[in-house]
């Protein structure tokens, strides 16, 4: 199932459950760690931390949050009227938004922040533009580093 589907279709009860599932198939498989690159409504940090009380084995999971990105950021699959809070992506529209975000994640548990870098808008070059600019991009990975996260 695309993302676009599980997004729109797929509660989040069911995609915890899928998450889960995997994360064990991959330990059964002989992964003993695994990185989430992106998640939902805080899934992986979830199933790690029901992982690492003992709850279900798995392997050690390094999580993050949401895919922090602005309109036309590529993780910005939907149209402005759609809203769903467990997208994988979490939408900014403001720098202030966007830091909120990254302390909304730290607080969370995550491990390191997800900044969606990549625009689907072409400037007049041809060239895909960056959802955020070089100065914006710098400000929010500065952040995450004073709070002791990496950015991926």
Avoid at 125 to 148: P, Q
Wanted: charged share 25%; hydrophobic share 40%.
């Amino acid at each position: 199932m695309a993302e676009e589907d599980m997004d729109i279709y797929g509660p989040i009860k069911s995609r915890a459950l899928r998450t889960l599932v995997n994360a064990q198939s991959m330990f059964g498989a002989g992964y003993t760690g695994v990185i989430d690159g992106g998640c939902s409504g805080r899934i992986a940090l979830a199933v790690r931390n029901a992982i690492n009380s003992g709850m279900f084995p798995g392997p050690r999971m390094i999580c993050s949050g949401g895919f922090l990105t602005t309109r036309l950021g590529a993780p910005d699959l939907y149209p402005n009227w759609f809203h769903n809070p467990y997208s994988l992506r979490e939408l900014v529209t403001t720098m202030d938004g966007a830091i909120e975000s990254i302390r909304a994640q730290v607080e969370d548990g995550v491990d390191f922040i997800k900044l969606g870098f990549d625009g689907r808008q072409r400037n007049f070059k041809g060239a895909l533009a960056g959802c955020f600019t070089e100065d914006e991009s710098k400000r929010l990975i500065a952040k995450c580093h004073r709070l002791g996260k990496w950015v991926r």
